[in-house]
């Protein structure tokens, strides 16, 4: 009985270096996976961004057009003045939160466009349009 007893022990004894280094391997597994982004995991990235352009009713970009994008939870804004590309970007948005975005430029002001936190796309793109044309001019007070 004693010697049934001593073997059990001897092999245990011979795993347990087996059994050590199986654990440390799954902490080793575990510590690389989390220092992966969410992008090299497969994974949808945690915050997105919104792009586009701001042009004319004739598709000319629009130079030191203002770009407004509203959070509609904290209700904070921030702004993007475009170059002469006409365009503007965003990075660093909740994917999780509706925003409305819309420009204006010289008193003129395009439609407002939601980003809704349905779209699921990492990298959204909203165009804008702003009427410049004279006939476009809210009537001034004579």
Do not use: W
């Not at 939160?97 to 909203?126: C, M, N, P």
Request: glycine fraction near 4%; charge should be positive.
């Amino acid at each position: 009985m004693a010697c049934i007893r001593n073997s059990k022990i001897d092999r245990m004894k011979r795993l347990l270096p087996f059994a050590v280094g199986v654990v440390l391997l799954c902490l080793l597994a575990a510590a690389q996976d989390a220092a992966l982004s969410p992008v090299q995991r497969g994974r949808e990235p945690a915050l997105r961004s919104l792009q586009g352009t701001v042009k004319t009713k004739d598709d000319e970009p629009l130079e030191k057009a203002i770009v407004y994008l509203k959070n509609d939870k904290t209700l904070a804004v921030r702004t993007f003045i475009t170059g002469t590309d006409g365009q503007y970007r965003f990075h660093a948005l909740s994917p999780n939160t509706d925003y409305d975005v819309f420009a204006e430029h010289e008193g003129r002001r395009s439609d407002t466009k939601t980003l809704s936190s349905f779209d699921s796309r990492a990298q959204a793109y909203i165009n804008l349009k702003v009427d410049t044309s004279k006939s476009g001019k809210p009537d001034e007070k004579q």
